[in-house]
Nanobody, 124 residues
Framework: QVQLVESGGGLVQPGGSLKLSCAAT????????IGWFRQAPGKEREAVSC?????????YTVDSLKGRFTISRDNAKNTVHLEMIGLKPEDTAIYYC????????????????WGQGTHVTVSA
């Protein structure tokens, strides 16, 4: 099973950018779909975006669809990135990456390995 570690979160001002990373330390990363989810305070976890083992991308939020959030993967480094630009206070959340075999799914119940999360705070 893939083991995942997120990094790259932090405090950023509105309008700023962050690049989150999800590093896989074990398992068959090249056969995995990696999804990014986020959970804001007092809200349910939601899917942000996902990239499957072929590099196909699923975008689950308006921000991902509009290109504010961009997912990419580097199979040579067993890493998936989520680049976020134009950050807003409502983007404040814990961001998690998760894996499942092959293809992407919106629902978190289909993912069987999760990272510990990285905090993103957007505030002036």
């Amino acid at each position: 099973q893939v083991q995942l570690v997120e990094s790259g979160g932090g405090l950023v001002q509105p309008g700023g950018s962050l690049k989150l990373s999800c590093a896989a330390t074990e398992g068959t990363f090249e056969y995995s779909a990696i999804g990014w989810f986020r959970q804001a305070p007092g809200k349910e976890r939601e899917a942000v975006s996902c990239i499957d083992n072929t590099g196909a991308i699923a975008r689950y939020t308006v921000d991902s669809l509009k290109g504010r959030f961009t997912i990419s993967r580097d199979n040579a480094k067993n890493t998936v990135h989520l680049e976020m630009i134009g950050l807003k206070p409502e983007d404040t959340a814990i961001y998690y990456c998760a894996s499942r075999h092959y293809n992407c799914k919106r629902s978190s119940e289909f993912y069987n390995a999760w990272g510990q999360g990285t905090h993103v705070t957007v505030s002036a």
